[in-house]
């Protein structure tokens, strides 16, 4: 298991559309991603934020109060969403420093695989709503600054590249 570096936006892979986990062994890439999340001090990582474009995630909405519930999903869809829109800041380890107002559904069903597998189906709402929603579109390619108004992106994109210039 190890710690890996994290691709930063404007990177062009975090733009591109993964692909399904066929029947490769993912056990050492979903360790990998949990060991990345925790040591940056994220809720969620997906692999395309490692370099790795295949359909995985992992999250643990709770960990930092004290009670971890990682989560592993493997090609993951979305088969509902309860279309109430709800906006609320959101950080993404791909572009540190800063926060976006995203619009996001107050809740999603959710069909993925285990790692080993097994496949499971749930009902996900508040910040582990917003969480998958967000990891989700890591998985095809859109970040937080593709979910905002035109006007507001090139403010926060601005303000982005500034910092992070050299
Ligand atoms: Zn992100």
Request: hydrophobic residues 45%; negative net charge; contains cysteine.
């Amino acid at each position: 298991m190890s710690v890996l570096p994290i691709l930063r936006w404007p990177d062009p892979r975090l733009s591109q559309r993964c692909d399904p986990v066929e029947h490769e062994d993912i056990d050492a890439l979903v360790a990998d991603l949990f060991d990345t999340m925790y040591a940056a001090q994220g809720r969620g990582l997906a692999a395309p934020q490692v370099g790795v474009m295949k359909r995985v995630f992992v999250m643990d909405v709770t960990w930092k109060e004290g009670t971890p519930s990682p989560l592993a999903m493997v090609n993951p869809t979305i088969m509902a969403a309860e279309r109430v829109p709800v906006v609320a800041d959101e950080g993404c380890l791909s572009i540190p420093g800063v926060m976006v107002p995203v619009e996001r559904n107050v809740a999603v069903t959710v069909q993925w695989s285990e790692p080993k597998g097994d496949i499971h189906m749930a009902d996900f709402d508040g910040f582990e709503a917003r969480c998958i929603q967000h990891e989700f579109d890591h998985l095809n390619g859109t970040v937080t600054f593709d979910r905002i108004a035109p006007d507001l992106r090139a403010e926060l994109e601005g303000a982005y590249m500034a910092q992070t210039r050299p």
